[in-house]
């Protein structure tokens, strides 16, 4: 699995776009990586769109372990990459290899994702990467300080473009493998692409990062609020419904479940027997 990392190093080089989403539980990961995605991000964003939460900042590092464990068991091919949640890598590089090595030791993820690309931050990701923790930068909007930047559009004067860039070469010389590019212009996700020997994942980033990532509630239509930069590609929530809608006025007219069947049709061998 480490060679799938080595694996998006190629990629870029050979300009061959990565694909990656969300996942949040064993179900939609088994189904994802069957599709032939090459990155599932157990992300934060499940604090949102999986348990209701209006941000991404309760969410626990035991919960997160809960949820990347099942996310593990499901998957065979993709690379499964951990958001270490809030507070549980900022205060010392000792809590961040504390955190991270939980999720590597009680999880079968290979990496984990953290955000911020400022000099503590990189020190940081160089101590994980020495320690053997394969990690992902993200910087950009990094919706863990949604109560100082809001979700607005982050590196929009040359001044917080510079920064930007700034945070991802140090990202990289600090040994991460791939770096988020979230909200930001075009134009500075491709400065930022050209620049880099490791890989972008762009969310709301344009299309000139060498991948793509989205919240896969998003992508099927299961959230109530999408970001601007989001593509719904299947209406999923409105099937669940409508399934659910039908099964409830057969139950209540009757017609489900159906009349005993004969005991000659009686030849399917039900869930457990
Ligand atoms: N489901 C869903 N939840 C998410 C994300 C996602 O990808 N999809 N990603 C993270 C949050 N990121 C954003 C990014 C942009 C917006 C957004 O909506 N921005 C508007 C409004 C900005 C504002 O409120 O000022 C804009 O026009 O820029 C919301 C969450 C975590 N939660
Ligand atoms: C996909 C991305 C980058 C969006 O913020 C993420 O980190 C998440 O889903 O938690
Ligand atoms: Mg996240």
């Known amino acids: 699995m480490a060679l799938r990392i080595q694996q998006l190093q190629q990629w870029k080089q050979q300009g061959r776009p990565i694909a990656a989403l969300t996942a949040w539980d064993w179900l939609w990961a088994r189904l994802l990586d069957r599709a032939g995605v090459d990155l599932l991000l157990v992300g934060d964003s499940l604090a949102m769109v999986a348990l209701g939460h209006k941000t991404t900042l309760p969410l626990t590092l035991d919960q997160m372990i809960h949820h990347a464990a099942a996310v593990a068991r499901g998957v065979e091919s993709a690379l499964v990459v951990v958001d270490l949640p809030f507070l549980t890598y900022q205060a010392s590089e000792a809590e961040a290899i504390a955190s991270a090595g939980r999720i590597l030791k009680e999880t079968e993820a290979q990496a984990v994702k953290l955000e911020g690309g400022y000099p503590e931050m990189a020190a940081t990701v160089a101590r994980l990467v020495r320690s053997g923790i394969p ?3 993200h910087v950009g909007l990094t919706p863990q300080s949604v109560n100082q930047l809001g979700y607005r559009q982050q590196g929009r004067s040359p001044a917080e473009g510079d920064r930007i860039l700034a ?13 988020v590019l979230e909200h930001v212009p075009a134009t500075l996700a491709e400065r930022i692409t050209r620049q880099l020997t490791i890989p972008t994942i762009g969310i709301g980033a344009g299309n000139a990062c060498d991948g793509q990532v989205l919240v896969t509630a998003d992508l099927l239509g299961l959230s109530d609020q ?5 593509k719904t590609y ?18 209540r007219s009757g017609q489900f479940p159906p009349p005993p069947l004969s005991a000659a049709a009686q030849t399917h061998q039900s869930i457990g027997s």
């Open 234 to 251: 299947a209406d999923l929530g409105a099937a669940v419904i409508a399934a659910a809608e039908t099964y409830c006025q057969e139950v």
């Open 226 to 230: 999408t970001p601007p930069f989001a």
């Open 135 to 137: 990690v992902m930068g």
């Open 167 to 179: 945070e991802a070469l140090a990202l990289e010389a600090a040994g991460a493998f791939a770096i």
